[in-house]
């Protein structure tokens, strides 16, 4: 009963993650993640004897352990790629401001430099 | 672009919320009778600063959001470059740094790409007490090292840059705190740039008050720390030189 449970929970994950790309709501880099989760979880679930069988082989006490372990370390992955991630936007947020503040600037100086020459610059030229 | 800045000097001033002072700042640059320009860096102000820093006389730099003088400063080297400005000097906002002394700050750049306006340097009553002291000499000493001078005050916001210094600026120049102050300089420094540093006094600041909490004080030391560890590992630039004046790339 549980299996099914869990089997239903994998799949909504993975049927959430599908429909957020299918509409562009999350780019391609950040749900190939979600996807290997979801699907890891959808194979558990189906079949439960091979998480045993995996912990006896890596010689973990508890099917358990190794599943929250394995939960862990990926969980702080994403945490860390996510904290990448908004630190590269962050630095293209800035690179954007200062050359929105220059071009500001730039563009202001222009009709004082236009009239100190004599011309009326604020009527568009016709040539 | 324009090639009657290259004998020109940018004066660059980050302000964030200094309505009070800018005004009077600006128009004490401007009256010293120097070819000086003066760009106020707004820093996402919510008062006034932008207006009545323009009505004073300088170019504004409009920041649509606050970035931090690091992200401030950043802004106005990348400015002054493309401006064809050769010599860049930061003055603060708030009338702290003495317009007189900006000449003197700004020969050091006769013979080295770095000249720093120092506050300790036995001129003038500045001093400051406790961890702050400590974490201001611990830095001091250390950079120094690094740069093969006597520096007493590297957190200094009186710092003038020729035309190699604002290129390398331009590689590293981190907007995080004490981005500005120890890590540009420390990677500057191992980048090649040579530093200098100008005894000034520091008057009081017309505007705002200056924090003497002991805490913020212990917060400063740990970053400061923390700043420059990270300072010391970081990559080396390779600086371009300016395409204004050359195309031939030049270490610094």
Not at chain 1, 74 to 96: F, N, P, Q, Y
Not at chain 2, 120 to 139: E, I, N, S
Not at chain 2, 199 to 220: C, D, E, F, W
Request: net charge neutral; proline share 4%.
């Amino acid at each position: 009963m549980l299996n099914v449970a869990a089997f239903i929970l994998s799949l909504a994950i993975v049927g959430v993650v599908f429909e957020m790309l299918r509409r562009k709501k999350l780019r391609e880099k950040y749900a190939a993640l979600w996807l290997i989760v979801g699907v890891g979880t959808l194979v558990l679930a189906a079949f439960p004897r091979l998480l045993t069988i995996v912990t006896e082989l890596a010689g973990v006490q508890l099917p358990s352990n190794l599943l929250f372990i394995i939960s862990i370390l990926l969980l702080l992955g994403v945490c860390l790629h996510l904290s990448w991630e908004i630190s590269v936007v962050e630095d293209e947020t800035r690179a954007l401001a200062e050359e929105v503040a220059i071009l500001r600037a730039l563009i202001e100086e222009r009709p004082a430099a236009a009239t100190h020459n004599g011309d009326h610059a604020n009527s568009p030229s016709s040539q | 672009m324009n090639n009657d800045k290259s004998t020109r000097v940018l004066i660059i001033m980050p302000a964030w919320n200094e309505a009070e002072s800018v005004g009077n700042t600006v128009r004490e640059v401007l009256a010293v009778e120097r070819p000086y320009d003066v760009l106020v860096v707004n820093d996402g102000s919510k008062d006034d600063t932008a207006v009545l820093a323009a009505n004073a006389g300088a170019t504004v730099l409009n920041l649509p959001f606050n970035l931090g003088v690091g992200g401030a400063m950043r802004a106005g080297f990348k400015y002054a470059q493309r401006r064809g400005y050769r010599r860049v000097i930061q003055v603060d906002a708030d009338g702290q740094h003495d317009p007189r002394n900006i000449e003197e700050v700004l020969a050091g750049l006769e013979h080295a790409d770095i000249s720093i306006g120092a506050r300790f340097a036995d001129r003038g009553d500045y001093a400051v007490k406790g961890p702050r002291k400590w974490a201001m000499q611990f830095l001091a000493r250390v950079i120094s090292g690094l740069a093969k001078t006597r520096l007493t005050d590297v957190t200094s916001g009186f710092r003038a840059a020729n035309e190699r210094a604002i290129n390398q600026y331009l590689d590293h120049y981190p907007a995080e705190y004490l981005g500005d102050t120890i890590d540009s300089l420390v990677v500057a420094v191992r980048s090649g740039c040579t530093v200098t540093q100008i005894p000034v006094a520091m008057r009081p600041r017309q505007g705002g008050t200056p924090s003497h909490n002991p805490l913020k004080a212990a917060i400063y030391l740990g970053r400061s720390v923390f700043a420059l560890l990270f300072a010391l590992t970081r990559k080396r630039s390779t600086i371009q030189a300016s395409s204004v004046s050359s195309q031939e790339p030049a270490a610094c």
